[in-house]
């Protein structure tokens, strides 16, 4: 059974979402059976490499909120983390591009990384003090510590197009999957589970997707009919 999960860098939900999704799977019985694809999905598409902004800032000016509304949404995302057990920098965090980190993770999943990858990222946004965003040697280094080449990484940051196709291939898919927000997990192709829900709603999802995702079943004709294998094709003899 495969999961795709769509999701952002500097998507405070997804990083608690991630946590919740991860809980339900780690306790899923047939965890082992169950794939996990991470795919592309950016809140600023667009947005300038060197756009970087206080979170405060961008809050108050994309959502229409107070200072004050905008750090009480913060520390709410602070509880709400260090309930799933995760680091969460309420103040002092910035804002910006997450596009070359997107690039990044389908560099690493072309290497088995992504999923090492992108929990680093997750950590070193929300919890971290130094900045991700336009700082290639960051990257590097988040790349490097997930088992990533640095040259090679270094070389993706340095050609905008390297990967870009498969970025924008994820949001298209997206948008066409009737996504508007993220976290957005798809299981099977059959279900949608929008948002950072509590780890039991990821468990009856997982269930159901997994009890419906039965083995082909064959209809016996009741004898053999002529087919094609790899020793090749049955002659009829008469």
């Not at 990967?163 to 798809?186: H, I, K, S, T």
């Not at 192709?189 to 709603?201: L, N, T």
């Amino acid at each position: 059974m495969r999961v795709e999960i769509w999701s952002d860098i500097a998507c405070p939900w997804c990083y608690v979402g991630k946590a919740r999704f991860d809980k339900a799977l780690r306790d899923f019985p047939h965890r082992d059976d169950v794939e996990v694809v991470h795919r592309s999905f950016e809140l600023d598409p667009g947005r300038a490499k060197d756009d970087i902004q206080p979170v405060i800032t961008m809050l108050t000016k994309k959502y229409g909120m107070s200072a004050a509304q905008a750090e009480a949404g913060e520390d709410n995302l602070g509880a709400q983390a260090a309930a799933e057990g995760l680091d969460y920098r309420t103040r002092g965090r910035d804002h910006g591009s997450t596009f070359d980190m997107h690039r990044l993770l389908h560099l690493a999943k072309e290497q088995g990384r992504q999923e090492h990858l992108l929990d680093l990222l997750y950590r070193a946004n929300f919890a971290e003090e130094r900045s991700v965003f336009n700082d290639d040697e960051r990257l590097v280094e988040l790349a490097g510590a997930a088992g990533l080449d640095a040259q090679t990484v270094r070389a993706v940051l340095a050609d905008p197009d390297a990967y870009a196709d498969q970025v924008r291939a994820d949001e298209r898919e997206a948008a066409q999957l009737g996504a508007n927000g993220v976290p957005f997990f798809v299981l099977d192709r059959k279900y949608g589970v929008s948002g950072a829900q509590p780890a039991e709603v990821f468990t009856r999802a997982l269930t159901q997707a997994y009890g419906e995702h039965a083995p082909l079943t064959i209809v016996d004709g009741g004898e053999d009919a002529d087919a094609c294998g790899p020793d090749g094709c049955a002659v009829p003899q008469h």
